[in-house]
Nanobody, 119 residues
């Protein structure tokens, strides 16, 4: 059984930083791409960043230069370092494990962690 558990969300002022973590358990991680998505109130869930099993990252234009995704295969954990946070970054952030080694189809989801950015 695959389980993804996010942590690290919270309330931060605009311009501040947060680091999200996602710990994976079960028969998944090192061979799978991982990603972070977010969903703001009244909006669709959107991809924020992904990282291939090889470690190659990809980012949404809205977070390029501010967010960094990384993975530690020894710890089965993926991280999202978020700097220069803006009020529009407020959302529930979800960790996802993709079916393949590249960001193809999200197959498993975490429960989500709330990020709130005050102006």
């Amino acid at each position: 059984q695959v389980q993804l558990v996010e942590s690290g969300g919270g309330l931060v002022q605009a311009g501040g930083s947060l680091r999200l973590s996602c710990a994976a358990s079960g028969r998944i991680f090192s061979g799978n791409a991982m990603g972070w998505f977010r969903q703001a109130p009244g909006k669709q869930r959107e991809s924020v960043a992904s990282i291939r099993s090889s470690g190659v990252p990809n980012y949404a234009d809205s977070v390029k230069g501010r967010f960094t995704i990384s993975r530690d295969n020894a710890k089965n954990t993926v991280y999202l370092q978020m700097n220069s946070l803006k009020p529009e970054d407020r959302a529930v952030y979800y960790c996802a494990a993709y079916r393949d080694s590249w960001p193809s189809v999200p197959m498993y989801w975490g429960q989500g962690t709330q990020v709130t950015v005050s102006s």
